[in-house]
């Protein structure tokens, strides 16, 4: 980025003329200074999984970047849940003021599993920019219903029933018309799958985690316990069968929730879809595409996937999202774009250059 614009796309260099690695990334605020976490990713198709870890950088005008480091490193351990060649997507940090921890979450794939192990992955650190130390990782709400199903949809699945969930799963992406709703039945005593993800934090701090679940067909939100670092036991099941992924989510001062999701087609993009809520928990209810330009821009988000809306004082968002390079993920690209609101609602429209003051 050359003077003080955003380049959505363009090849964005930090202070030290390196191309910034942080892929599927999110943003923290703190003491007055961004910090922007994402995935390091290295060339070639090897960076679809994890070789390095997380990477930090910082920025007073979320423009010029210095690279802070890795913030959490994968382990040379092959038994390590982070085992170098992991998937490990899609971090996000936030702050407990409580424990004055910076605590990260994100999705974790163990080695040699492809996406089947879906957990969540927790680390902390005392300093912003790390070393995270790896906690945990988990399937969240192990043994707990969700909070919006009735008492006629939870319970055990007898064999009958897990047979047509597993004779469903290898045609999944044909056969969404027939999508088994109580696939979360299924998951009740091990955990709930969690995918892509992202982390909130309201304005009581209270801290949510919204995470693609069920083979990826239904988003979840779930409370946070106070010192963000599990499952409060509270959770929504929300768009079931809709298989969103990719959520960024953020509130308006009005009080309203908006969710910024994609559908499900690997690394390729595809429309962006947005929905709205008056609660964190629901009713939310789908508004459509909240892209604005030509066919080829609506129907890619502008060859981008969502990661994160950044908030900014003002009422004012920015939509983070990744133009993903799966041959030579190190090329991945970052689409930043500022979020106008029409008619009320957040819409996208593309901008070649754009800065702040645009805003
Ligand atoms: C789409 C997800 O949003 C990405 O984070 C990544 O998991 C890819 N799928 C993998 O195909």
């Not at 964005?12 to 922007?36: M, S």
Request: proline fraction near 6%; charge should be negative.
């Amino acid at each position: 980025m050359k003077g003080n614009f955003f380049q959505p796309g363009a090849l964005w260099l930090d202070d030290a003329g390196i191309p910034i690695n942080a892929h599927g990334g999110g943003i923290l605020l703190h003491g007055g200074v961004y910090y922007w976490f994402g995935e390091h990713k290295v060339g070639g198709e090897p960076g679809n999984s994890a070789q390095v870890g997380v990477r930090v950088y910082s920025s007073e005008d979320l423009v010029h970047w210095s690279n802070k480091g890795i913030a959490l490193q994968v382990s040379g351990d092959a038994n390590h849940d982070l085992a170098r060649g992991c998937i490990l997507e899609r971090p996000k940090v936030i702050y407990n003021a409580r424990t004055r921890q910076f605590v990260m979450w994100f999705h974790l794939e163990l080695l040699g599993q492809g996406y089947g192990a879906a957990r969540s992955g927790v680390a902390v650190a005392d300093c912003v920019t790390g070393p995270y130390r790896y906690l945990s990782s988990f399937r969240p709400n192990a043994g707990v219903w969700p909070k919006n199903a009735a008492a006629g949809e939870c319970g055990a699945l007898d064999a009958g029933e897990q047979r047509l969930i597993a004779e469903w799963l290898p045609n999944a992406d044909e056969m969404r018309d027939c999508y088994p709703g109580n696939i979360f039945c299924r998951d009740f005593a091990g955990g709930q799958m969690a995918r892509d993800m992202t982390l909130f934090v309201d304005d009581d701090q209270t801290a949510y985690q919204v995470y693609a679940s069920e083979e990826n067909g239904t988003l979840h939100i779930s409370q946070l316990s106070e010192d963000y670092l599990r499952p409060a036991g509270n959770y929504v099941r929300i768009f079931p069968g809709r298989f969103n992924e990719a959520p960024a989510l953020f509130k308006t001062k009005s009080g309203d929730y908006y969710l910024i999701t994609s559908d499900c087609t690997g690394w390729s993009p595809n429309p962006a879809r947005l929905s709205h809520a008056k609660s964190i928990w629901g009713p939310w209810e789908e508004l459509g595409n909240p892209c604005r330009g030509s066919r080829e821009e609506v129907a890619t988000t502008f060859w981008s996937q969502s990661t994160y809306v950044l908030p900014l004082a003002g009422d004012r968002f920015i939509y983070l999202g990744d133009r993903w390079n799966p041959m030579d993920a190190i090329d991945g690209r970052y689409v930043w774009l500022p979020i106008e609101f029409e008619n009320g609602l957040p819409v996208l429209r593309w901008r070649e250059k754009w800065s702040l003051e645009q805003l």
